[in-house]
């Protein structure tokens, strides 16, 4: 992940945490409506914890992970239980979950990093799973207005680089817009994909 955006997640871990965005909550609800009861969801960039509570309650088992150490110290606190830190290269799992939710992280994955990161979630996840991330379009990789690096893809570049990293039995892509830290409109790809043979 890029260092500067990064950084900026751990100085303002407090203050990201104060958001609370219920824009999501259709999205999630209509992704765990895919999966078997009690199904494992591994989830990336968990931020404050907001989804990982919503997913808990509804009988999942969830691993909430995050980037910065401090954010999963203010979803620990929330949640009542550990989270970890984890960096989207070090995901060493296999087959394990049988889906994975990744809401507005990877969309800080440098452009030419992104299809092995894929790699590895798909890798991750069991036959047949369920795999959710949402991006900032665009058309070409840059940062915004507080120094957070996005990738910035265009919905063809993201099923190109979706189908580098291997096989997706399906593979969908809704466009939207929400309303991001800073204060900003933004558009957005919301992708819903299942693992392939």
């Not at 509804?58 to 984890?86: H, I, K, M, N, Y």
């Amino acid at each position: 992940m890029d260092e500067a955006t990064l950084q900026f997640y751990r100085g303002n871990a407090d203050a990201y945490a104060q958001r609370e965005i219920t824009s999501r909550k259709a999205r999630l609800t209509a992704f765990l409506a895919l999966l078997p009861p009690g199904a494992r969801i591994l989830e990336l960039g968990c931020g404050a914890g907001g989804d990982t509570a919503e997913m808990l309650t509804r009988g999942f088992a969830v691993r909430p992970t995050d980037g910065s150490p401090e954010l999963a110290a203010v979803a620990s606190r929330r949640l009542g239980r550990p989270v970890e830190t984890l960096l989207f290269h070090d995901l060493d799992a296999v087959e394990a979950y049988d889906a994975v939710w990744a809401n507005a992280c990877l969309l800080h994955v440098p452009r030419e990093e992104l299809a092995d990161i894929l790699k590895l979630i798909r890798r991750a996840l069991k036959p047949e799973g369920f795999f959710y991330a949402s991006y900032k379009e665009g058309g070409d990789e840059g940062r915004d207005t507080l120094s957070r690096y996005y990738n910035y893809p265009t919905a063809e570049w993201l099923r190109a680089t979706y189908a580098e990293a291997g096989s997706w039995s399906s593979l969908s892509i809704e466009r939207g817009e929400v309303k991001g830290f800073d204060d900003k409109m933004a558009s957005m790809l919301f992708v819903v994909a299942r693992k392939g043979d």
